[in-house]
C-alpha cells in the first residue's frame, strides 16, 4: 500500500487516512488504489468492528480527482482517439472505495478536518458518522468541471438533504460551511477543529468496543428501508432482530443490564 494512503489496525479499530496534504489530499491514481485496497481490508477483516476515515493536514479531507493528473490523461486520450477511456477510474477505483465503506459489516467514522469536494464529498457521505471540524467545507463540484456526479454521491446526498436539496447543490456548486452542513444533515458533530481528531478517535473507538453484530443491522436495515415498503421492512426487521437477538453480544448486554454493569462486548 502506497504511503499516499495510511492503514492501521488497533484494538478492533481500523484507520484509513488519506496522506497527500500538499495537494489536499486530491486523488492521484497511485492514492486511488491505495485507498481502494485499504476501504477492502477494513470491509474484509473480521477484527476489524468499525473503522475511521481521516486525512493529513488541516487544509482539506479531500478535494476529489486530482486535475492536474487527470489533464493529462484527457490530453493523451484525445491525442490517441482512445475517447473516454481515462473516465474508467470511477468504475476502478471509486466505485469499489464507496462499495467497501457503505457494504461494511460495521461502522464507519469520517472525520472531515477541511474541504471535502467532488469525490471527498461522497467518500464523506460514504460513512455512517461524520464529525466535522468547525473550519470545514462541502462543495460537490462536479458540474464545476462539466462533469456529472460519481462517488455515490447521487444516492447517499439525495438520502441525507433530499431531491430537492441534492438537485441544488449539484447542479449550483458552491461552498457549504461546517454550520450549513450541520443544518443540511451532512455532518452529525461539529468541534473545533483543535478537536476534531481526539474526538474522532473518541467515537470511532467507542463503536469498537460496541455490538459489531447490532451496528451491522442497522446499517443493512436503514439501507434496506430506503429502497423497500413499510411491510417489506418490517419483514427484514422481523430477519435481522432475530439475528441480533440470537448473538453473544445481546445475552452481554441483557446480563449487564440486570446486573448494573457496564457491558463488555466481544463482537459477536
Known sequence: MADTVLYEVSDGLATITLNRPEAMNAMNIETKVAFREAAQAAEADDSVRAVLLTAAGDRAFCVGQDLKEHIGGLMAARESGSGGGVMSTVQE??????????????????????VAAGAGFGFALAADYRIVADTAA???????????ADSGISWTL?????????????????????????ELGIANRIVPSADLAAEAVKVARGLAEGPTLAYAALKESLAYGLT?????????????????????????????????????YLGR
Open 158 to 182: 439525495p438520502r441525507v438533504v433530499g431531491p430537492s436539496r441534492a438537485a441544488d447543490l449539484l447542479l449550483f456548486p458552491r461552498s457549504i460551511t461546517a454550520q450549513e452542513a450541520y
Open 138 to 148: 462541502f462543495n460537490t463540484s462536479f458540474a464545476g468541471v462539466a462533469l456529472t
Open 228 to 264: 423497500h415498503s413499510l411491510e417489506e421492512t418490517l419483514e427484514k426487521e422481523d430477519e435481522l432482530q432475530t439475528r441480533a437477538g440470537s448473538s453473544e453480544d445481546h445475552v452481554i448486554a441483557v446480563q449487564a443490564f440486570v446486573n448494573k454493569e457496564k457491558p463488555k
Open 93 to 114: 477505483h471509486y466505485n469499489p472505495i464507496v462499495r467497501a465503506l457503505t457494504g461494511a459489516a460495521k461502522p464507519v467514522v469520517a472525520a472531515v478536518n477541511g
